[in-house]
């Protein structure tokens, strides 16, 4: 019964996914303008801020699935690596390389266009 549900929780997770990814492509494009006030108290710092947003989300999406997925739940959803295991019917060892491996790729993914 147990993994049945888990199975259900996974794949409802996995269609919000996408769901959010096409969302999320759509919203990118529509970042709203910092208001002069905003732009006044810091305007390199807000501009910055939400280009670099971009380009983590941008990075975080062009993950192979198999690495963004634990990521997501580590790093996003602040999940332990316990969790991730049952929830993905993984070892621990493999949640934790393919983390290991997930850090690595955005790593590399970001050299050149931020401070990693």
């Known amino acids: 019964m147990r993994s049945w549900l888990y199975a259900i929780a996974r794949n409802a997770a996995i269609d919000w996914g996408q769901a959010y990814k096409r969302r999320a492509s759509v919203a990118l494009d529509d970042v709203p303008e910092a208001s002069d006030d ?10 910055a801020g ?22 997501v739940m580590r790093h996003l959803e602040d999940w332990s690596y316990q969790e991730i295991g049952e929830i ?7 949640v934790e390389t393919r983390l290991v491996r997930a850090r690595r790729l955005l790593k590399e993914m970001l050299k050149g266009k931020v401070d990693v």
Do not use: H, M, N
């Open 38 to 47: 905003q732009r006044s108290l810091d305007p390199v710092g807000s501009t």
């Open 50 to 71: 939400a280009e670099l947003k971009t380009i983590l989300l941008r990075a975080v999406e062009a993950l192979p699935a198999l690495y963004r997925e634990p990521f």
């Open 88 to 94: 993905l019917g993984l070892p621990l060892e493999t």
